[in-house]
């Protein structure tokens, strides 16, 4: 129901564009979230968008480099990941959150995830 | 900015022991916990939200509890298919997840 593209490998200081598709349910009426997982590591929220797309949210290391949209005419979720660090390796999970208009910051839906890999 | 605090980082356990894993919360965020169970090379999973309530198609052994700043997750008579890693995560402010739990065989 969710499906993660756009991974890959960059050098540091470059971008990605992430993308994730739904399909299954009303993506319109869902608030939306990236969440990442360094290998061998914990779950680490990157960025969250309100079901109309009209706010976002980021974490502390995401300010600044990051920019989360959704195409609601597509169902689709994007992020756009600027000045690439190494720290920033990670599985990125596309994930759907629990309620409809309401932003809950739970998630029952989660895609496979697409891995980031930053290295020179 | 919540910050999970989740112990113990690991434990080994038998088929039919009974499990808890806890989490403490840097302030007091009601019942603004969830908890999910994440097998190796997959997705995590949501079993419980807002502190005590099942998630659906969740087994019953599955079960949580706590507010304020102390909450548990609690497996009873644990099944083969239970060994994982457990994530706290709060919901009171933008998401935060504990360090995870990983629960394996003793």
């Known amino acids: 129901q969710l499906l993660e593209s756009g991974g890959g490998s960059v050098q540091p200081g470059g971008s990605l564009r992430l993308s994730c598709a739904a399909s299954?349910?009303?993506?319109?009426?869902?608030?939306m979230s990236w969440v990442r997982q360094a290998p061998g590591k914990g779950l680490e929220w990157v960025s969250g968008?309100?079901?109309?797309?009209?706010?976002?949210y980021y974490a502390d290391f995401a300010k600044g480099r990051f920019t989360i949209s959704r195409d609601n005419s597509n169902n689709t979720l994007y992020l756009q990941m600027n000045s690439l660090r190494a720290e920033d390796t990670a599985l990125y999970y596309c994930a759907k959150d629990y309620s409809t208009v309401a932003i809950d910051w739970y998630f029952d839906v989660w895609g496979r995830g697409t891995l980031v890999i930053v290295s020179s | 900015d919540v910050k999970m605090t989740q112990s113990p980082s690991s434990l080994s356990a038998s088929v039919g022991d009974r499990v808890t894993i806890t989490c403490r919360a840097s302030q007091s965020i009601n019942t603004y916990v969830n908890w999910y169970q994440q097998k190796p090379g997959k997705s995590p999973k949501l079993l419980i939200y807002a502190a005590s309530s099942l998630q659906s198609g969740v087994p019953s052994r599955f079960s949580g509890s706590g507010s304020g700043t102390d909450f548990t997750l609690t497996i009873t008579s644990l099944q083969s298919e239970d060994f994982a890693t457990y994530f706290c995560q709060q919901s009171y402010s933008t998401p935060r997840f504990g360090g995870g739990t990983r629960v394996d065989i003793k």
């Open positions: 968008i309100s079901y109309s797309g009209d706010t976002p």
């Open positions: 299954g349910f009303t993506f319109s009426n869902h608030a």
